[in-house]
T-cell receptor, first 113, second 113 residues
Framework: DAMVIQNPRYQVTQFGKPVTLSCSQT?????MYWYQQKSSQAPKLLFH???????NEADTPDNFQSRRPNTSFCFLDIRSPGLGDAAMYLC????????????FGPGTRLTVT | LAKTTQPISMDSYEGQEVNITCSHN???????ITWYQQFPSQGPRFIIQ???TKVTNEVASLFIPADRKSSTLSLPRVSLSDTAVYYC??????????????FGQGTTLQVKP
């Protein structure tokens, strides 16, 4: 089945230690998104790629970076995680023509110790 | 992007029809209304999208009055597995737009036996 895959599902990192979260898709969608969802809150868009064009949200901290080496893969890098970065990180994809119908992965739950 | 207002929580019983209303008073002419469902520890899932009048699919119906300042998601005969958070989103879904989803607080639906 076509899907959005996130690895790992659970990630523990230490305060200040860089961490990378991975997302892959078999849907061949041209748009990929990263959302942050903290406990009991709604998902919040961090940034998205349309093909290789990167679009950062104005309030996304500089601590968060992303890479999209090809259509299938997208990475979220947190350069120096703080305790406040503990959250569920969700990857989503869509086609440009139906961009409000986004397909989400299961998420990676990040714990910062 | 139009702001949305939904009830924070709702309770229902198995077998009942559930209607969740969303207010979006400043909806723009080009805006569509989209609903997502999110189970605990999973990514959101697209349910339904509409522009005006009524849209129905295998999961739900979406009712939009003529002034489009509100919409109602209708879930027929809910079961325990419909317990989830339901998000109403409003935004421009025209071709060429990369679909910036701004999630509001959502409605937590609790279905009881």
């Amino acid at each position: 089945d076509a899907m959005v895959i996130q690895n790992p599902r659970y990630q523990v990192t230490q305060f200040g230690k860089p961490v990378t979260l991975s997302c892959s898709q078999t849907l061949n969608h041209n748009v990929m998104y990263w959302y942050q969802q903290k406990s009991s809150q709604a998902p919040k868009l961090l940034f998205h790629y349309y093909d290789k064009d990167f679009n950062n949200e104005a309030d996304t901290p500089d601590n968060f970076q992303s890479r999209r080496p090809n259509t299938s893969f997208c990475f979220l890098d947190i350069r120096s995680p703080g305790l406040g970065d503990a959250a569920m990180y969700l990857c989503a994809t869509s086609n440009l023509g139906s961009s409000y119908e986004q397909y989400f992965g299961p998420g990676t739950r990040l714990t910062v110790t | 992007l139009a702001k949305t207002t939904q009830p924070i929580s709702m309770d229902s019983y198995e077998g009942q029809e559930v209607n969740i209303t969303c207010s979006h008073n400043n909806i723009a002419t080009n805006d569509y209304i989209t609903w997502y469902q999110q189970f605990p520890s999973q990514g959101p899932r697209f349910i339904i999208q509409g522009y005006k009048t009524k849209v129905t699919n295998e999961v739900a119906s979406l009712f939009i009055p003529a002034d489009r300042k509100s919409s109602t998601l209708s879930l027929p005969r809910v079961s325990l597995s419909d317990t989830a958070v339901y998000y109403c989103l409003v935004g421009e879904a025209r071709s060429g737009n990369t679909g910036k989803l701004i999630f509001g607080q959502g409605t937590t639906l609790q279905v009881k036996p």
